[in-house]
């Protein structure tokens, strides 16, 4: 097979998600869990407005999906714990000596690394369930990845980050070479950007341990465009510039070196668990769009949107508030999961 993750930037044909259920990441109060429940559907009734959207949704909270969410949305139940669509759900790809056929990586998911606090047994299983319901070929994996450790520019370069395919937790005893042929079978990429680290607090008790999503995406290739804390008094200000002095000194798979375009960071630096994490980098790309965080703050948010506007012409640039998001451990990107158009 010569399968091939395309660029998020390529044709869709829908976008999936998965609806939040009750448990440790939908929160303990019912206000709480309601400011979830309207964080996922708000991002929902966003990209549905550039391209149909699949929610896929526990049985138990079907009756709420359909209330909640407007007819636009296609509804599938499905067994869901976890409902991080971009982790727990497959990653498509398209099969460049086959036209027409559309493949589906099934990654080993364990909650992350296997956190005590995760529950991640039903949603594992969603790879297979997508794929199905995509009517996609499914490309199995033994790999433990997911699909927001991974950003690819549709050319053969992907970028990982060493403290997540290579975390003991998830693949022990793993090696770089073993990473890389997986990533080279199931998404066609030939080279790989290993970055050294993601952000501070995504090394807590609830992050991802490095998450590239949050960090450092692809718009187009040859460009990477990077989170940048500008303020001297969060961690990630020292690590933002770490690893803009580690791009430039990378290339892709092309062997261009990366022009690097720094994204800025909203101006709060802490909320009542300690240093945020808000990135604006962690957005989606729709058709003719792109779907931005947005953290109430209007001149940073609004900086973004230009940022990102320009890095991606021709596209409508919106923002939706992602606080609830991120304060349960992710943003937009993770929520959300492209499925590309095939040729005909």
């Known amino acids: 097979m010569t399968w091939r993750m395309p660029s998020e ?24 869990r309601e400011a979830g429940y309207a964080a996922w559907t708000a991002v929902a009734h966003a990209v549905a407005e550039f391209e149909p959207v699949t929610m896929v949704v526990d049985p138990s909270e079907t009756a709420r999906a359909r209330r909640l969410l407007s007819g636009t949305i296609e509804v599938v139940e499905a067994p869901v714990d976890e409902f ?73 370069t992907v970028l990982l980050t060493e403290t997540v395919q ?28 290993w970055l050294p680290r993601g952000l501070t607090r995504d090394y807590g008790d609830f992050g991802t341990s490095g998450h590239v999503d949050i960090v450092a995406t692809i718009p187009s290739p040859g460009v990477v465009l990077l989170h940048d804390q500008q303020d001297r008094d969060h961690p990630d200000h020292l690590v933002s510039r770490e690893l803009r002095t580690f791009l430039e000194g990378q290339v892709d798979a092309a062997g261009r070196p990366f022009r690097v375009r720094d994204l800025p960071a909203p101006a709060t630096l802490r909320d009542a668990e300690g240093d945020v994490d808000w990135s ?65």
């Open 166 to 193: 290579l975390d003991p937790r998830r693949n022990p005893g793993a090696t770089r070479a073993q990473v890389e042929a997986e990533m080279a079978r199931t998404i066609g990429a030939t080279h790989a950007v």
């Open 280 to 344: 604006y980098v962690n957005h989606l790309v729709v058709n003719g769009g792109v779907v931005a965080c947005g953290f109430g703050e209007d001149a940073a948010d609004r900086r973004a949107r230009e940022v990102l506007a320009d890095v991606y012409p021709g596209r409508r640039v919106v923002s939706v508030d992602a606080r609830e998001l991120f304060a349960r451990g992710g943003g937009i990107h993770c929520i959300t999961q492209q499925q590309p158009e095939v040729a005909s």
């Open 9 to 32: 930037t390529a044709p869709h044909s829908r976008t999936w998600m998965a609806f939040p259920c009750e448990g440790p990441t939908l929160g303990e109060t019912d206000a709480e």
């Open 84 to 156: 991080w669509m971009r982790d727990v759900g497959p990653t498509f790809v398209l099969d460049a000596a086959r036209p027409g056929v559309l493949g589906a990586v099934d990654w080993t998911f364990n909650g992350w690394g296997d956190h005590d606090w995760a529950q991640w047994e039903k949603s594992a299983g969603l790879g297979r369930i997508v794929a199905d319901l995509a009517g996609a070929e499914l490309v199995p994996s033994a790999l433990v990845n997911e699909g927001g450790g991974i950003h690819v520019d549709g050319e053969g």
